[in-house]
């Protein structure tokens, strides 16, 4: 992409240490390359959801690690501005740079130089009997599970409208290719490339019940029905939870939108990543 990018924003973590201090190190590198910082901002703050609006916005440069990222996914999508990580968490699966190599690629990002990277998300509705309850757009995944009792919950899926399996589980997650490294990998989900647009059928601590990951396309919709005497919920990319009665469902397909990320390196730079995440994990390092 050749594209001369002029106008940013910056939104950092509070909770990390330094996050502030970098993104004006940042802004202060911008500034003096010519570029304009509209404005620097943690990315909790509900004044950013109005700020992202603003029409001559070309890119959010975001500090955190996958967290900050899925947030910033959610409130970049349907304005459709692309975004840039600086990985100052621990994972980082959804970033390319790292805190001390920012500067060796801002240059090609004021220049052009770089792709956009197009990931799919889903829309989830939540229905009690057929009324819709709310509707949320999805980065990572959808999971329908137990409450607060430790008890498995009996699960039905559909597909198109038939009956694809039935789970006695502690839950039933859809994701997206770029969930499919998260909560679906450690349920024992198959691993997707971020490029395929494919949402993955992943359950959790099945009880004599499927127990394989099921890979569905991206055209399809899948109903998630709870059938439980106690309580079940379900959750979009980790938020709090929201109660599903008996009968609830939750019907999940592909979003009108995508998630943009700014990337310098070719494709094969997941696998690459990826290879470094499964030797090392760095979540253990860290403790």
């Not at 001559?56 to 304005?79: E, K, M, N, Q, Y």
């Not at 990002?109 to 009997?129: P, T, W």
């Not at 696998?271 to 390092?285: A, D």
Request: net charge neutral; with cysteine; hydrophobic share 40%.
């Amino acid at each position: 992409m050749k594209k001369k990018i002029t106008n940013f924003m910056i939104a950092y973590n509070a909770q990390i240490d330094g996050a502030l201090a970098t993104s004006k190190e940042i802004s202060a590198y911008l500034t003096k390359a010519g570029a304009l910082v509209s404005s620097i901002g943690a990315i909790q703050e509900e004044t950013m959801r109005h700020d992202i609006k603003q029409p001559d916005l070309d890119v959010l440069i975001v500090l955190g690690g996958d967290g900050t990222i899925l947030r910033a996914c959610h409130l970049c999508s349907s304005v459709r501005i692309p975004i840039v990580g600086v990985n100052l968490g621990t994972m980082g699966f959804l970033i390319e740079l790292q805190k001390d190599e920012w500067q060796n690629y801002f240059q090609r990002l004021l220049s052009g130089d770089f792709r956009i990277e197009k990931r799919m998300m889903l829309q989830a509705e939540h229905f009690r009997k057929e009324k819709s309850l709310g509707s949320w757009q999805v980065v990572n995944e959808v999971v329908v599970c137990r409450g607060q009792h430790v008890r498995p919950v009996r699960i039905t899926t559909e597909v198109d409208g038939y009956p694809m399996a039935g789970y006695v589980a502690d839950g039933v997650i859809a994701a997206t290719p770029t969930g499919s490294t998260a909560y679906a990998l450690a349920a024992g989900g198959a691993i997707l490339p971020p490029d395929v647009r494919n949402i993955i059928i992943v359950p959790i601590a099945p009880h004599l019940s499927p127990d394989r990951s099921i890979v569905l396309s991206e055209g399809a919709k899948v109903t998630i029905k709870v059938h439980t005497s106690h309580q079940a919920v379900f959750s979009i990319d980790g938020h709090a939870p929201v109660i599903m009665k008996d009968g609830d469902h939750v019907r999940v397909g592909a979003s009108v939108h995508d998630s943009l990320f700014i990337r310098f390196h070719g494709p094969g730079f997941f696998y690459q990543t990826l290879n470094r995440y499964l030797e090392q994990n760095p979540s253990l390092l860290a403790s």
